[in-house]
């Protein structure tokens, strides 16, 4: 019995920070908030490189052509975030082309087992434009 009292004691002072911690709408609370995130995670991707044009002419087309409808930028959604790809494969030209295949020609298996369907209306050059604005979203 000896040994498990500290314990308890140390559960009830935690759980009854976490209540004040939770309930905490008053300022004082709210200054001690823990140090904040460094500076890249604050900023969204979208933020970071909403000026390049590459990003400008990428993200313009591959909004037209209904990419938006299965990724996002920081969220996976049906097929994995442009984040996620671009961490994956360096922006290189090989790559550029690699992706620009997969995209035309829709894939499955590098990410899971949900299929990108082919996008074979679509012009290669502007999927390259597409793959250099999602390989350029590097945190
Ligand atoms: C119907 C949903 C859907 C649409 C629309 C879609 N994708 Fe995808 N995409 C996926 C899925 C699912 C994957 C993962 C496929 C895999 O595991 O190989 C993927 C993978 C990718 C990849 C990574 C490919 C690889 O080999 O790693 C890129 C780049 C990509 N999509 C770009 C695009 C672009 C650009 C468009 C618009 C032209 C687009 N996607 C439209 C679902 C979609």
Redo the contacts with the bound molecule.
């Keep these: 019995m000896k040994l498990i009292k500290p314990f308890s004691i140390g559960v009830l002072a935690l759980s009854s920070l976490m209540y004040a911690c939770g309930g905490g709408s008053d300022k004082s609370s709210e200054t001690t908030a823990t140090t904040p995130p460094p500076q890249d995670t604050k900023i969204s991707l979208e933020e970071k490189y909403k000026d390049d044009p590459v990003f400008i002419k990428g993200s313009a087309k591959?909004k037209e052509?209904?990419?938006t409808?299965?990724?996002m930028l920081e969220r996976k959604v049906?097929?994995?975030s442009y984040a996620d790809?671009a961490a994956?494969y360096e922006n290189t030209p090989e790559n550029v082309a690699l992706?620009t295949d997969?995209?035309i020609k829709g894939?499955?298996?590098?990410?899971?087992e949900?299929?990108?369907?082919s996008?074979p209306q679509?012009e290669k050059s502007d999927?390259e434009d597409?793959?250099k604005y999602?390989l350029l979203l590097k945190r």
Excluded at 107 to 112: A, D, R
Excluded at 114 to 117: F, G, R, T, V
């Design positions: 591959a052509a209904g990419c409808a299965c990724h049906v097929g994995p790809v994956k992706l997969h995209v894939s499955v298996g590098n990410w899971g949900i299929q990108m369907p996008h679509l999927v597409m793959i999602v």
